[in-house]
């Protein structure tokens, strides 16, 4: 990978910021041509990006309807540059980056709360079906256009991916597939709890499986995939997978997920709040009526 300065050019912006006055945008100036100097003296290439956001510009190169970046000095040659670009641009601003979480439909199994990892794959119920064509309107409004749609390898996922519209356009990814519950892989807490009292899967763990930090380490790299991207995000996925994932997403350890119920077939929402990882929605059901049972 070749190393490179990105120059972010905000002279523009500085006008329409009453907050960033006079002497303070010639210190930024100060610092960032010191720097361009340096690694111009160094010999390392130089990328330099247009950000003008002022109200005369008609289009705004970082904005979440132009979907690029402006090539300028050979940026478009450092094709992972610009990504990084974008999304941390999203990033800091809070715009252009918005992921969504949703939950698969209702199976036989997570309507009788027993644990539904990744070695057993339970088709949905017909309810689970009908839930998972519900998740498609409410996606239809939040992220018409994803950018990209992720989804487990399990069926229960891909089916749900399917009849919510997006089939079309999934990356089946590994990563997405649930917690691998080892030997208690179909039982229900209340069944492990009369072996194990008190027995809790974010702390204690399961006999020849996944452990949370396991977990979270899968969760860490889908993140950061979904910030490569410039643009909304669609994961389709499972409870416990998407509860790690969500608190990882705010930097939370990977057992904070435990704070964060999740039920069959809801739309879940994370995103920033200026430069902080937040979570924007959570559990929205797809379909109104009683939520079943967690599995």
Known sequence: MQTCLLVID?????????YFDAQRATRYLEAQNALIRGCAAAGVPLLRVLHSDGPEREVNP?????????????????????????SRHSALVGTGLDVWLVRHGETEWSRAGRHT??????????????????????????APSPSLVLTSTLARA?????????GDRAEPTADLVEWDYGAYEGLTTAEIRADRPGWTLWTDGVPGGESAADVGRRADRVVERARSVSGDVVMVAHAHLLRVLAARWVGLPPAGGRLLR????????????????????????????PPPRPG
């Not at 905000?10 to 329409?16: K, T, Y």
């Not at 970082?62 to 450092?78: E, K, N, P, Q, T």
């Not at 999740?262 to 009526?289: I, K």
Request: charged share 25%; with cysteine; proline share 5%.
């Open 62 to 86: 970082f904005a979440r309807c132009s979907g690029h970046v402006r090539a300028i000095d050979g940026l478009a040659d450092f094709e992972d540059a610009a990504q990084f670009v974008k």
């Open 10 to 18: 905000a002279q523009q912006s500085f006008a329409h910021r009453p």
């Open 262 to 289: 999740l039920d069959v077939a809801t739309l879940s929402g994370l995103g920033w709040e200026r430069e902080v990882p937040v979570v924007s929605r959570w559990n929205q059901p797809a379909a109104p009526g």
């Open 117 to 142: 990892g990744c070695r057993s794959d339970p088709h949905l119920t017909d309810r689970g079906r009908a839930q998972a064509e519900a998740l498609g309107t409410l996606l239809s409004e939040v």
């Open 158 to 166: 891909a089916e749900t991916c399917r009849l919510a519209g997006l």
